[in-house]
């Protein structure tokens, strides 16, 4: 396993619309692998494929405080979703940054999982939140789209002088 490089805004490649898998298949499992390490070392709760400069529609997700429940959704959708919450998100592409956003409470998800099985489930709270916010990631979207074009320029800025700094 090796830990991956983690795109940051506002890294172009992270506005792109990720292709759908064709076909699962076992030749990405060492990718699932080292994206789980890459976020569970971050430390993070979801990492889209993208955002390690993979251009296809899965990512990896675990919510769990023992880091023991991974998640893999490969070309991912939400079916339906209810009732709006707020939950304070960041981002790994958008490193010490944290804003409220508001999604569905609730959602019914359709995905592949890892051996390409398919997948129905209902979720809500944070796993759900996660699941809409790696899904914007496959969509080219980041959280800092929902917040006001001022504090986003604000992220943007500071994010550009870090990266010149070398950090
Ligand atoms: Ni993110």
């Known amino acids: ?60 997700i675990d919510v769990s405080d023992g880091r023991e429940e991974p998640l893999v959704l490969i070309n991912p959708q939400i079916i339906s979703g209810t009732d709006a919450c707020d939950l304070e998100e960041g981002c790994l592409s958008v490193p010490g940054h944290q804003e409220s956003v508001r999604r ?26 996660c699941i809409q916010h790696e899904i914007d990631h496959l969509d080219g979207k980041l959280f800092v789209d929902y917040l006001s074009r001022l504090k986003r320029e604000r992220i943007r ?7 010149r700094r070398g950090r």
């Open 104 to 129: 569905f409470q609730s959602i019914r998800v359709q995905a592949l999982d890892k051996d390409g099985k398919p997948l129905d489930f209902e979720c809500d709270g944070l796993l759900a939140h």
């Open 1 to 60: 396993m090796s830990q991956l490089e983690i795109l940051k805004f506002p890294d172009p490649r992270l506005r792109q619309v990720a292709k759908p898998v064709a076909r699962v298949d076992k030749s990405y499992w060492s990718t699932f692998e080292d994206m789980f390490e890459t976020m569970y070392a971050a430390p993070g709760v979801g990492l889209a494929a993208v955002q390690v400069g993979i251009d296809e529609r899965f990512t990896v």
């Open 157 to 163: 800025k500071q994010l550009e002088r870090e990266l």
